[in-house]
């Protein structure tokens, strides 16, 4: 990476990770706390309260990755970040549950996911977009564990409250890191083309990368509906499951350095991705089988390393190729599909694994999951990367790059 790409990979890893930190934080005791508020014996407010964000994140990703093509990267990056901070401090402020369903809906309303994704595909060449990507997925990741962790210590200390002025303190962090870290954004031409929606949705490729993202996050938030419950049943308080959880992440980073990046630039992509995807669907012929047979802590351990070894290949390598694949006038505009569909596979992962659970157990779960997974092996299978001589003759090296359409 150039001195450009450093700054832009830890800037903008930086912004996620400060945002996704606030949002975790408040997850794990969420339900807890929320019970305690006017109106909180009602499960399914308390449900809507918690869903609303993932709803609105949902509906504004395509508005939001448009607007940064049509009006700079940055603008809607901070826009965003002092809604969600607006959000964070209304959900801290709220006397009853009603509040807090539209503190919550103003956080999600602050969806930069495509803005941020587009900025460092701007900022990077091709051949070290997955890098940057992976950077990005894996400060999420361990933002991710670092949340199980310090939540309940947090939330004994100041409440569900002081989380949520937490939260949006952690906002206007990442807005300053935006201010004053970022670099510089390519500059807007009045005369350049403008993408838009259909553009993004007549491109097959893209496309199966769209029904990709949904998929890896269905299947991981419906596995989360049964997996507590197996640790627990394994023997493992509530309390100490982050003992499994970050030394599996932790590992799985070092697991991704050492494969996905050496084999990207031999140019085994595609073999690297079909082979995650494909581990992750034996992840969860395993976790049916720990189900149906009783669980074993050791097993339980070794089977969500193996899946967050996978996860992490996916997530680096998914926005990377969507990025290389969109033209750059239309690159917000397709991340923000892509970001959707990846906000609607929470949704869908959380409302249909539970109803799984409820009807089928989790070994009717892990079955469907694995069914999901074997599907989407099906549908990559035709992908295509482009060769190492491609990248390079549509790159150069220390300035943000226009994007080309590239067959994938």
Same mark, same amino acid.
């Given at each position: 990476?150039?001195?450009?790409?450093?700054?832009?990979?830890?800037?903008?890893?930086?912004?996620?990770?400060? /945002?996704?930190?606030?949002?975790?934080? +408040?997850?794990?005791?969420?339900?807890?706390?929320?019970?305690?508020?006017?109106?909180?014996?009602?499960?399914?407010?308390?449900?809507?309260?918690?869903?609303?964000?993932?709803?609105?994140?949902?509906?504004?990703?395509?508005?939001?990755?448009?607007?940064?093509?049509?009006?700079?990267?940055?603008?809607?990056?901070?826009?965003?970040?002092?809604?969600?901070?607006?959000?964070? $401090?209304?959900?801290?402020?709220?006397?009853?549950?009603?509040?807090?369903?539209?503190?919550?809906?103003?956080?999600?309303?602050?969806?930069?996911?495509?803005?941020?994704?587009?900025?460092?595909?701007?900022?990077?060449?091709?051949?070290? /977009?997955?890098?940057?990507?992976?950077?990005?997925?894996?400060?999420?990741?361990?933002?991710?564990?670092?949340?199980? !962790?310090?939540?309940?210590?947090?939330?004994?200390?100041?409440?569900?409250?002081?989380?949520?002025?937490?939260?949006?303190?952690?906002?206007?962090?990442?807005?300053?890191?935006?201010?004053?870290?970022? *670099?510089?954004?390519?500059?807007?031409?009045?005369?350049?083309?403008?993408?838009? +929606?259909?553009?993004?949705?007549?491109?097959?490729?893209?496309?199966?990368?769209?029904?990709? +993202?949904?998929?890896?996050?269905?299947?991981?938030?419906?596995?989360? #509906?049964?997996?507590?419950?197996?640790? !627990?049943?394994?023997?493992?308080?509530?309390?100490? =499951?982050?003992?499994?959880?970050?030394?599996?992440?932790?590992?799985?980073?070092?697991?991704?350095?050492?494969?996905?990046?050496?084999?990207?630039? /031999?140019? =085994?992509?595609?073999? !690297?991705?079909?082979?995650?995807?494909?581990?992750?669907?034996?992840?969860?012929?395993?976790?049916?089988?720990?189900?149906?047979?009783?669980?074993?802590?050791?097993?339980?351990?070794?089977?969500?390393?193996?899946?967050?070894?996978?996860?992490? #290949?996916?997530?680096?390598?998914?926005?990377?190729?969507?990025?290389?694949?969109?033209?750059?006038?239309? /690159?917000?505009?397709?991340?923000? #599909?892509?970001?959707?569909?990846?906000?609607?596979?929470? $949704?869908?992962?959380?409302?249909?694994?539970?109803?799984?659970?409820?009807?089928?157990?989790?070994?009717?779960?892990?079955?469907?999951?694995?069914?999901?997974?074997?599907?989407?092996?099906?549908?990559?299978?035709?992908?295509?990367?482009?060769?190492?001589?491609?990248?390079?003759?549509?790159?150069?090296?220390?300035?943000?790059?226009?994007?080309? *359409? !590239?067959?994938?």
């Amino acid at each position: 990476m150039t001195a450009t790409e450093r700054r832009a990979s830890a800037s903008l890893a930086s912004i996620f990770a400060l /945002r996704m930190l606030g949002l975790f934080l +408040v997850l794990p005791v969420f339900a807890l706390e929320a019970a305690k508020y006017p109106g909180g014996d009602d499960p399914a407010r308390v449900g809507l309260a918690m869903g609303i964000y993932g709803l609105t994140q949902g509906l504004l990703q395509i508005p939001f990755g448009m607007a940064s093509d049509w009006w700079g990267r940055k603008r809607v990056i901070i826009c965003g970040l002092l809604l969600f901070a607006l959000g964070s $401090f209304v959900a801290a402020w709220a006397p009853d549950l009603n509040w807090l369903v539209a503190g919550r809906s103003l956080q999600g309303a602050g969806a930069i996911s495509a803005a941020v994704t587009a900025l460092l595909a701007d900022s990077t060449r091709d051949e070290v /977009r997955t890098k940057a990507m992976a950077l990005v997925g894996s400060s999420i990741a361990l933002m991710f564990a670092l949340s199980l !962790v310090l939540a309940p210590l947090l939330a004994s200390y100041i409440g569900l409250s002081g989380l949520f002025v937490l939260t949006g303190l952690l906002a206007l962090a990442g807005v300053a890191a935006v201010l004053w870290w970022a *670099p510089p954004e390519p500059p807007l031409h009045a005369d350049r083309p403008r993408g838009s +929606v259909m553009e993004v949705l007549k491109a097959p490729a893209l496309l199966r990368l769209d029904f990709g +993202v949904f998929m890896l996050h269905a299947v991981q938030l419906a596995m989360w #509906v049964a997996i507590p419950a197996l640790l !627990v049943g394994a023997g493992l308080g509530k309390d100490q =499951h982050w003992q499994v959880y970050l030394p599996a992440i932790l590992l799985s980073f070092v697991v991704m350095g050492v494969t996905l990046f050496p084999l990207e630039r /031999r140019g =085994h992509l595609r073999a !690297v991705f079909l082979a995650a995807v494909a581990l992750i669907a034996l992840v969860q012929l395993g976790l049916w089988w720990a189900a149906w047979s009783g669980p074993s802590l050791g097993l339980l351990a070794l089977l969500l390393f193996l899946f967050f070894c996978g996860f992490n #290949v996916l997530e680096a390598s998914q926005p990377s190729m969507a990025s290389r694949l969109a033209p750059a006038h239309a /690159r917000g505009a397709a991340l923000g #599909v892509y970001n959707t569909l990846q906000s609607l596979g929470f $949704f869908a992962g959380g409302a249909v694994g539970g109803w799984l659970t409820k009807i089928a157990g989790p070994e009717g779960l892990f079955a469907a999951c694995a069914g999901l997974m074997l599907l989407w092996l099906l549908v990559a299978w035709p992908m295509r990367t482009p060769g190492r001589h491609q990248a390079a003759a549509t790159s150069r090296p220390a300035e943000p790059l226009p994007g080309q *359409p !590239v067959k994938l």
